[in-house]
């Protein structure tokens, strides 16, 4: 999700941008602060995620160690 997301918001520029060309600037800015978000947000969420299951491993390993 961290590449297809800002490129599903590239994309509907593309699109939305050709259908209204008279808002194609306020549309690529929007477009373009989108997909920056997104993908900040779905890197956020993987690193946490990669948190988590390094903490489980560790605990895991703990008390099989145990």
Same mark, same amino acid.
């Given at each position: 999700?961290?590449? @297809?997301?800002?490129? /599903?918001?590239? %994309?509907?520029?593309?699109?939305?941008?050709?259908? $209204?060309?008279?808002? @194609?600037?306020?549309? /690529?800015?929007? %477009?373009?602060?989108?997909?920056?978000?997104?993908? $900040?947000?779905?890197?956020?969420?993987?690193?946490?995620?990669?948190?988590?299951?390094?903490?489980?491993?560790?605990?895991?390993?703990?008390?099989?160690?145990?």
């Amino acid at each position: 999700m961290i590449y @297809a997301a800002p490129m /599903f918001a590239l %994309g509907a520029i593309t699109l939305a941008a050709a259908r $209204f060309p008279d808002f @194609a600037v306020v549309i /690529f800015i929007a %477009g373009s602060v989108l997909a920056v978000v997104s993908g $900040f947000y779905f890197h956020r969420q993987a690193r946490c995620t990669h948190e988590v299951l390094c903490e489980t491993r560790k605990e895991l390993n703990k008390r099989a160690a145990s």
